[in-house]
């Protein structure tokens, strides 16, 4: 009789215990609930603000990023590979490959690089600069001046050809008189 007595004692106990856990628990769930005060809401829409401007900024940092990166590895391809001889400017680019300089995630260069049919040589504008030597140019060439006034081709850096104070190009008599050179000057063509 004891016993039971105890154990009822015990059960009721438990009862009342679960019971007061019950209702902490509603409080805290009505807390809880109250705390999304409109200043909560505030800070929420600001931080997401700020994330979102976060985002933005490292999006363009990248961007940017990239875009100087692509801007530097096609200055190196065209460094490279201007030379006259197809294998050295094949050989300059694989090795720019090699040591990482240039991106080639699709392998697109480097299968370029490996074709056999493919002459790699990227022509350039032939600019030099006056006070410089002349380019070298074939008997069939001739030089230009790049000056509004110029009107003549020349073959030699003659009196008239250095007072030129722009560029001066090599191209063929035919290119010449197309760029408005027509005539031969009369230094260098007596
Ligand atoms: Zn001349």
């Given at each position: 009789?004891?016993?039971?007595?105890?154990?009822?004692?015990?059960?009721?106990?438990?009862?009342?215990?679960?019971?007061?856990?019950?209702?902490?628990?509603?409080?805290e769930l009505k807390t809880n609930r109250s705390k999304v005060t409109p200043t909560h809401v505030?800070?929420?829409?600001?931080?997401?603000?700020?994330?979102?401007?976060?985002?933005?900024?490292?999006l363009q940092g990248y961007t940017n990023i990239k875009l100087e990166r692509q801007k530097f590895e096609s200055e190196i391809i065209l460094k490279v590979a201007t030379s006259d001889s197809i294998e050295r400017n094949k050989k300059n680019l694989e090795f720019m490959l090699k040591a990482g300089f240039i991106t080639d995630e699709q392998g697109k260069i480097n299968k370029l690089v490996k074709?056999?049919?493919?002459?790699?040589?990227?022509?350039?504008?032939?600019?030099?600069?006056?006070?410089?030597e002349l380019p070298p140019k074939s008997l069939s060439e001739v030089y230009v001046c790049h000056s509004a006034t110029s009107?003549?081709?020349?073959?030699?850096?003659?009196?008239?050809?250095?007072r030129c104070a722009d560029r001066i190009d090599v191209m063929t008599i035919e290119e010449a008189?197309?760029?408005g050179h027509r005539k031969p000057c009369s230094f260098c063509y007596k």
């Open positions: 009789m004891e016993k039971f007595h105890f154990e009822k004692n015990k059960y009721e106990r438990d009862l009342q215990l679960r019971e007061r856990e019950l209702t902490i628990r509603e409080n505030a800070i929420y829409v600001a931080l997401v603000g700020v994330i979102g401007t976060c985002v933005v900024a490292l074709d056999a049919n493919f002459d790699l040589k990227i022509q350039t504008e032939k600019r030099i600069d006056v006070h410089n009107l003549a081709y020349h073959n030699s850096m003659c009196r008239g050809l250095k008189k197309k760029t």
